[in-house]
């Protein structure tokens, strides 16, 4: 019998593995700045946001890296510099009056540059949901924005 529960928990333990995200490994410089506004409107309903990261190859095929959580209002992250990254900014709503789940996405194709940074904002108020992203040369208070592409723009790259 103490054999059948430690397989079946096993057996969650790996399914719920392979379900989840894992965290996204920022050991590098910081490059990336992101700060994030999330209002549902009304107290019965919770917004959350996470943007997962992947690398993509020379053949322009995104390859999952992690996800990074964005609850705190600002957070740090370290992308490799010079190289094209695909995001995928993913704001979950769940209403516990209604019982209900959704979430909608935006995504954008990045190339970082070594020596900038990147101020990205993230917001979703009242169900109008955002994201923009501007350049900016280390040490430099002059900035330019980044306009958001498709992972299909990636050859032009």
């Not at 990261?53 to 020379?58: G, L």
């Not at 979430?103 to 994201?131: C, F, M, P, Q």
Request: charged share 20%.
């Amino acid at each position: 019998m103490g054999w059948r529960i430690a397989g079946a928990l096993l057996i969650v333990g790996l399914l719920s593995g392979c379900a989840g995200l894992r965290p996204y490994p920022s050991s590098m410089d910081k490059n990336l700045h992101i700060q994030t506004e999330t209002d549902s409107g009304t107290i019965f309903s919770k917004v959350r946001a996470a943007v997962d990261i992947f690398s993509v190859n020379a053949d322009c095929t995104p390859e999952y890296q992690g996800t990074v959580k964005l609850k705190a209002p600002s957070i740090d992250v370290g992308i490799l510099p010079d190289e094209l990254s695909y995001m995928v900014f993913v704001f979950s709503n769940s209403s516990f009056l209604a019982n209900s789940r959704s979430s909608i996405s935006h995504e954008t194709l990045l190339k970082t540059r070594a020596g900038y940074n990147y101020d990205i904002k993230v917001s979703y108020i009242d169900d109008i949901y955002d994201v923009s992203i501007e350049e900016s040369h280390q040490g430099s208070s002059k900035s330019r924005e980044i306009g958001l592409r498709n992972l299909s723009t990636c050859q032009s790259l």
